[in-house]
């Protein structure tokens, strides 16, 4: 059978993210029996939006840049999932970003569907002030399926809690009246949520944790999470950059980490509250004194115990798993293993943890912060981290036991769980008409 299904492919089958999304929800329907019929809906967006959005450049031009919207499956609830910002963002990667948030909402139990949205642009060539145009445009651009019973973004790659005020301002701005429930991820004194910035780094390194824990209970080797454990982190941005703080303050050796511009490597761990001071003033790791310089490359090939891709998708495929040692891969970024990297990382033994599961925590405290806005009652940021941890606990035993159910892998399990519910849910609403 085709893996990519039948349906639509000619218009979304364009990005490898799309493929391997496709690809992965396939096993995990072939695996649990899925009603094809279901499976079939699921491959395809329900929704996408392709907008031009223009603006004028600090240099008095005016550029016209590529945006999308799109929302995979709105069965559960309004569409949730992040802007990106990046020079290689296309209408198949969105989709396939999108087609994630579904899977990761609905295992996480959220009343939430799948979205994405983005934006063709290399956001460091942007001045603040085109970025903020820009941001204000694809926001009236979009306006008509967004909203906060609707479709509610938050930061992704690229962007931030600044641009989703912007977005907020700019819905509210055409309305009339302050929305603050349109976006998640806002800044605290506009309606954010304590802990919103960094949940998705910290519900990562609870799940490294659970998996320690669940490796040494099933009799297998397994890191112990202490200062005889090694990590590296690949991408050193809102999601790294907390991933690998957190797992510092466990008091492991964080041997390695990277951005775009490259890597630094100390082989007795480096200091992370550090390498960030270093961060904010250069913007870049690379140069940071206490270390040597490592590409990305071999940053990702390090012998260590934990490995937490972080940056972008990708980023292990077949060309370089042969390379990889590390014994967990916590996918803190989406999509960054291929599925035929995935297969044999699998047939070595490396514990994977799936990005739909892994990075859970941010679209967690988005629900949260959603929650809070519409009651008009904010939590302390021991409530905020306490429900996160309850959540990302429940999900992760969720994964484990269909995984053992199965006796399949970790990425199959984690869809599973996550198509599950949505099956259920997608049964009983039915087809309309
Ligand atoms: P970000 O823009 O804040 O950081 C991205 C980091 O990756 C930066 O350090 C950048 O320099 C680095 N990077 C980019 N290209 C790279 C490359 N080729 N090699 C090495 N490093 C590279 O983005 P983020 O919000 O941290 O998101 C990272 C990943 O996590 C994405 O896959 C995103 O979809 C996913 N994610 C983010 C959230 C969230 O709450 N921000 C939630 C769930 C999943």
Redesign the pocket.
């Known amino acids: 059978m085709d893996p990519h299904g039948s349906l639509g492919s000619h218009l979304w089958d364009t990005s490898d993210l799309y493929r391997n999304s496709v690809i992965q929800l396939q096993e995990a329907a072939d695996t649990m029996r899925l009603d094809p019929n279901i499976a079939e809906r699921l491959k395809v967006p329900k929704r996408a939006l392709i907008v031009s959005v223009p603006i004028r450049l600090d240099d008095g031009s005016i550029r016209v840049f590529e945006g999308y919207r799109v929302q995979h499956n709105m069965t559960l609830g309004p569409g949730k999932g ?1 802007i ?1 910002f990046h020079q290689d963002v296309n209408l198949s990667e969105v989709a396939g ?1 999108a087609m994630l948030m579904t899977f990761k909402c609905s295992l996480v139990g959220l009343p939430l569907g799948g979205a994405k949205g983005g934006i063709r642009v290399d956001p460091n060539k942007l001045s603040r002030q085109e970025a903020q145009a820009l941001t204000r445009r694809y926001t009236t651009e979009i306006n008509m399926i967004i909203g906060p019973d609707k479709d509610i973004p ?5 962007t ?1 809690a600044q641009h989703m005020a912007w977005m907020m301002d700019t819905f509210s701005q055409e309305r009339g009246f302050a929305i603050p429930g349109v976006v998640t ?1 806002k800044p605290i004194e506009i309606g954010g949520s304590l802990g919103r910035a960094e ?2 780094g910290r519900g990562v390194v609870y799940t490294i944790q659970h998996a320690a824990k669940h490796l040494a209970h099933i009799g297998q080797a397994a890191p112990k999470i202490d200062g005889t454990t090694t990590v590296a982190v ?7 950059n907390v991933a690998a703080l957190e797992i510092f303050h466990l008091g492991t050796k964080v041997v390695a980490v ?4 490259g890597g630094i490597y100390n082989k007795n761990g480096l200091n992370i509250p550090e390498v960030m001071k270093y961060f904010n003033v250069h913007r870049k790791v690379v140069g940071y004194p206490e270390a040597e310089p490592i590409s ?1 490359e071999d940053l990702l090939a390090l012998p260590v115990d934990v490995l937490i891709p ?4 990708g ?1 292990i495929t077949k060309a370089n798993v042969g390379r990889i040692k590390a014994k967990i891969i916590a996918e ?5 293993i291929t599925s035929d990297a995935l297969k044999e990382l699998e047939e070595r033994g490396a514990f994977i943890i799936p ?1 739909v599961l892994c ?1 859970a925590g ?2 967690i405290v988005s629900y949260f912060e959603w929650v809070q806005g519409i009651q008009n009652f904010f939590w302390s940021e021991n409530e905020v981290n306490a429900k996160l941890a309850e959540v990302m606990a429940a999900a992760f035993k969720k994964v484990v036991d269909v995984q053992s159910r199965y006796q399949c892998g970790m990425k199959t399990a984690a869809l599973i769980a996550g198509v599950e519910r949505l099956n259920r849910a997608m049964l009983l609403r039915g087809l309309f008409p």
């Open positions: 992040g990106r970003l938050a930061p992704d790659v690229g931030d991820g949940s998705t690949h991408g050193f941005g809102k999601v790294g990277s951005d775009a511009y990305n972080a940056a972008i998708d980023v803190g970024a989406n999509g960054p990005d990075n941010g679209v």
